[in-house]
């Protein structure tokens, strides 16, 4: 499944013409149809543009994977050296964050 393809199938999935897309993303709506069409390739800055509007992983787009996204990792880490209190204490700051970035 090429790049244009998918675009244009995320496109039908939200229920969006080309026209409101390209509106969405301030990108030229014949650039938009020249890129479903795979008349065109898709520059490096228009694949993030693509993909963050979608929520999905640009290798998706890409077709290096089925799985639109993967959830992201921010912090790795063992909770084997912390108390009960700090563990606590850092799941009260991570639900904070989340209500005030909305997430």
Sequence with gaps: MNI???IRKL????GLSQLELSEK???NNRILSRIELNERSVRD????????FFDVSTDYLLGRTN???HPETFAAHTDEDMSDEAKAELENFKEFLKMKYGK
Excluded: H, M, P, S
């Design 67 to 69: 799985v639109r996204n």
């Design 25 to 27: 993303l301030n990108l």
């Design 45 to 52: 800055d228009e694949l993030v543009i693509f993909a963050d």
């Design 11 to 14: 496109r039908e999935e939200l």
């Design 4 to 6: 244009g393809y998918k």
